[in-house]
């Protein structure tokens, strides 16, 4: 007799591929599963003009009506990129089962047609336009082309991609317009899953533009006291991955930041060891706190706490109150 696991997850060709993975996975490790994918058309996939703040941030916008339909029962498990969950909250009554290997985990530019990394670099008074919906991007964006103008820019990653293609602008809630962009930046692991990593023009190191918590991971969270589910899916969470959510995540517990203020955290392991990137910034990317610690790789969170303290010690609270919505 097969054992249902309804995954809950986006519409998006991005969160659809993911949810593939995870589905492919459970299936090879477990056969007597029926895995049922189940789409949902979240608040952040049906408006695609207001920031999403309005909306809770990320969590609100894309991870709220599956985690919902999880407690109510009605599904097993929810797929979500770890980077969209809420680092400074708990949810009561839920728990990642799995995570999977990371996926490459830094952001990339992608150009219009006719248009070249040299030409936006050397863009004194040409008005270029990058778009992006993350603050984190837009904060560093400005940092590294202070004469380029950064917009509030939305959609799926293949929609974005069309957006740009088409010279289209992006409406605002008041019902105004900007762009149209000249340039996008967006995670690379968006772009290979939806095919896109032909129009990549420049891969930004860490040093450039660090990741933001949980980027490239693909988290899967299901009902704290579903034991069954919890079970399988330890057989598809892969260690190195969980070590990495676990650490970043503190950092985001630490700062008790929010979807308005641009922080990033990035670890990587070799060996026993883990070092924890991270960084505050300013919304316009003038202020800016970072700090690095390396410990021993199975005390993630011990470590994450280490480098949220460290930020806080060098003035990120200030930072991030100023970003606070009122």
Not at 30 to 38: G, H, R, T
Request: aromatic share 4%.
């Amino acid at each position: 007799m097969k054992i249902p696991v309804r995954i809950g997850t986006r519409k998006s060709v991005m969160a659809l591929a993911q949810t593939e993975d995870i589905a492919k996975q459970l299936r090879a490790a477990a056969s007597e599963l029926d895995v049922e994918i189940v789409k949902f058309e979240t608040v952040g996939d049906s408006d695609q003009i207001s920031k999403l703040l309005p909306h809770g941030g990320k969590g609100g916008a894309f991870v709220a009506e599956i985690r919902a339909a999880v407690i109510a029962g009605q599904l097993q498990a929810a797929m979500h990129s770890l980077k969209d969950m809420p680092g400074n909250e708990d949810t009561p009554g839920l728990v990642i089962g799995a995570t999977l290997a990371r996926d490459p985990a830094t952001d990339a530019l992608v150009l219009r047609e006719g248009l070249t990394l040299d030409e936006l670099k050397k863009s004194r008074g040409k008005g270029y336009t990058i778009g992006t919906n993350a603050v984190r991007r837009a904060a560093y964006a400005k940092r590294l082309f202070p004469e380029v103008n950064v917009i509030h820019f939305r959609g799926a990653a293949d929609t974005r991609i069309r957006k740009l293609d088409a010279r289209e602008k992006q409406r605002l809630p008041d019902g105004g317009e900007v762009g149209p962009a000249d340039a996008l930046i967006m995670a690379r692991a968006g772009l290979e899953r939806v095919g896109f990593v032909d129009r990549i023009v420049h891969d930004f190191t860490p040093q450039e533009m660090l990741p933001s918590a949980g980027q490239g991971i693909v988290a899967v969270e299901c009902a704290v006291d579903d034991w069954q589910t919890r079970r399988y899916l330890a057989m598809i969470d892969d260690p190195k991955s969980r070590l990495c959510c676990d650490a970043e995540r503190e950092v985001l517990w630490v700062l008790n930041g929010h979807c308005n203020s641009p922080m990033a955290a990035h670890s990587t392991v070799n060996g026993a060891e883990m070092t924890l990137h991270a960084s505050v910034l300013d919304e316009e990317g003038g202020l800016f706190i970072e700090t690095t610690r390396s410990g021993p790789a199975n005390r993630p969170r011990e470590l994450g706490r280490a480098v949220g303290l460290d930020l806080l010690d060098k003035g990120a609270a200030a930072v991030i109150e100023k970003t606070r919505p009122e």
